[in-house]
């Protein structure tokens, strides 16, 4: 079955899990998962490892990172970091206009918050870092630096929040469950400091090879990529913000024709193919939620490097030396002019002089944290307003490879398989491992399923790298 329909689904049945007023006590958003018995596209070998990650379902990211949505602006995002009053200040990728979403954008605004503190604050003074990511690692150590007195308080009871490194003995590398490239690695200093702590990146293309459903090597063409643009552009010049999906619908964009080309896959396919793995892989949402204004139409996807040796390596400095209250939620914010006190999960409260919160945007969606009094109007529109998308992961190890191919990043058209696009991290490595992605409606929708429906879903994605070696009917022998 072919992938037409976009334009028909919306995610209003899928939106993102609804607060539940029970948070576990240490949540991780994944799940080692044995490899089942069960059914398993036959063509694919069984996996020696598999690792999942469902970080909608996560009480302490509720999605993986913040997107345009149709109708919110990215001055809302500067709203979301003005400080309250001089007492509260929130930081995180949301908060991050020039690289919203990424590990550089979070650590930028940890630096911004730190700075914003220090222009009200006095040396000395109690400051309280809610979230030990690397926004708020970032800012706790310019503030320790500087002089003040920080405590970190984080839900979790590991450091990171979405950057989640595994050094397990089961796999051969540390494996990233969270982030794992350093994007546009030439617009930030970033992958310097990594090299700097010896952790190893390596140069990551977005050149894909791509398949059918049948294993058919085919080039990319621009078909989708013009059709997007050509929507964006007509959306740029409407009166108001629309989604995606409607610019490519109301343009025109979107009417390709849907017959086959020689190789099997049709100009339809290809829009679809655009939108899928590069639409919503960089957002984490579906085109009926995005913005036709902010959405970006040339995604910066230059000089992006893959961590190979663990993005944790950045926390190590940035923690030395500072109080750190791990496995302590934060249920509510109290803020007045003689100070602040945080609520815990647990009944215990803290006091401090002021208070960076860095939670993920997702989490203040879900206003599990209480805030007295309440964030100011603007705050609260650009936390409404600005959209949480999700992609999701799926860490495979073999025996041996089964794949024929060399390239390390592989995409399908034309199919209805659930994971589009995988990392071959042979490559990079000289391990047998794949990893696979998925996002949006279809992330929002395998977050439901069980660990045995997840590997089944990305193992029948799989089919069409299988080696025709392995699938070539064995000849009968001449009689
Ligand atoms: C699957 C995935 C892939 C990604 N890929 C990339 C990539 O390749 N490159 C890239 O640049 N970016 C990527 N990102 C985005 C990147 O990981 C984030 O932008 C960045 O790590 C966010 O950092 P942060 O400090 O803002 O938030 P977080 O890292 O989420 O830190 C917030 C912290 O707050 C804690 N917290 C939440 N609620 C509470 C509470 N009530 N009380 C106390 N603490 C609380 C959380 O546990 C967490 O530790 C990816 C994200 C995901 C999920």
Known sequence: ???????????????????????????????????SPTPTPSLVPKPENVRR???????????????????????????LATPVDGRLFLAGEATSIDAPGTVQGARASGMRAARDVQAVATAGERIAVIGAGIAGLTAARALKDAGFDVVVVEARDRIGGRIDTVTDKKWPFPIELGASVVRASGTTTLDEELIGLGVITAPFSRTSETRTSDGLVVPVPDTGAQAVNAAL??????????????????????KLSTTDADTGVSDADWLDYEITTVLALNSGAAVDDQSGWYTPA??????????????????????????????SVVT??????????LRLGNGESLG?????????????????????????FAHRGAIAALGM???????LQFAEPFWDTDAPLWTTVGGDDDFRVWINMVPFTGEPVLV???AAETALRLAEVGDDEFLAAALASLVPFVSPMDTATPTPAPK
């Open 332 to 341: 509510r914010i109290a803020y007045g002019e003689s100070g602040a006190s």
């Open 233 to 254: 552009a007509w959306a740029a010049d409407q009166p108001a913000d629309v989604s995606v999906a409607r610019a490519l619908a109301d343009s025109g964009a979107s």
């Open 352 to 376: 401090a002089d002021r208070v960076i919160v860095t939670v993920p945007l997702g989490v203040l969606k879900t206003k599990v944290m209480e805030f007295d009094p309440p964030l100011p």
């Open 298 to 327: 040339a995604p910066g996807l230059d000089e992006d490097r893959l961590v190979l040796g663990g993005f944790n390596g950045l926390f190590d400095a940035l923690l030395e030396g500072i109080d750190l209250l791990g496995s």
């Open 53 to 79: 990650t469902s970080w909608s379902a996560d009480p302490f990211a509720r999605g993986s990172f913040s997107f345009p949505a149709v109708g919110a602006t990215p001055e809302q995002r500067e709203a």
């Open 1 to 35: 079955m072919k992938r037409r329909t976009f334009l028909i689904g919306s995610v209003s049945g899928l939106s993102l899990v609804a607060l539940t007023a029970c948070v576990p006590p240490s949540p991780r958003p994944t799940a080692s998962v044995s490899p």
């Open 389 to 395: 998308g999700t992609l999701d992961k799926i860490w």
């Open 436 to 438: 696979g992605l998925v």
